[in-house]
């Protein structure tokens, strides 16, 4: 049984940095699309990152969030992490993790990312964790 939990929420002021991990346990941890997501109250689940974890680690960012946070992987640990640095308050939400099996090879970041957002059968999410940045 898979099971994704998610930890390093916390309040931050604007320009300030928190790291997220996603501990995973119940699959093996390769060959899959994973990525963070958000909802802020009242808003739609958006995707904030996404990583092919078979191979070449293809990574994938949406436009407001790139050049600020790195979706990484810890393939020992079986653990994803998401750094944020320069934090704005837009970005509070509660961050979800997902995780979703592949089968065959060569896939992209950008493949992940809207497979994850069409949320397929299969896929896998964990509880969440609160970033809330103060401006």
């Known amino acids: 049984q898979v099971q994704l939990v998610e930890t390093g929420g916390g309040a931050v002021q604007a320009g300030g940095s928190l790291r997220l991990s996603c501990a995973a346990s119940?699959?093996?941890?390769?060959?899959?699309?994973m990525g963070w997501f958000r909802q802020a109250p009242g808003e739609e689940r958006e995707g904030v990152a996404s990583i092919y974890t078979g191979g070449v680690y293809a990574t994938y960012y949406v436009r407001s969030v790139k050049g600020r946070f790195t979706i990484s992987q810890d393939n020992a640990k079986k653990t994803l992490h998401l750094q944020m640095n320069s934090l704005k308050p837009e970005d509070t939400a509660m961050y979800y993790c997902?995780?979703?099996?592949?089968?065959?090879?060569?896939?992209?970041?950008?493949?992940?990312?809207?497979?994850?957002?069409?949320?397929?059968?299969?896929?896998?999410w964990g509880q969440g964790t609160q970033v809330t940045v103060s401006s």
């Open positions: 119940g699959y093996t941890f390769s060959n899959y699309c």
């Open positions: 997902a995780t979703y099996s592949l089968r065959g090879s060569g896939y992209s970041g950008s493949w992940c990312h809207a497979r994850l957002a069409s949320q397929p059968t299969g896929i896998s």
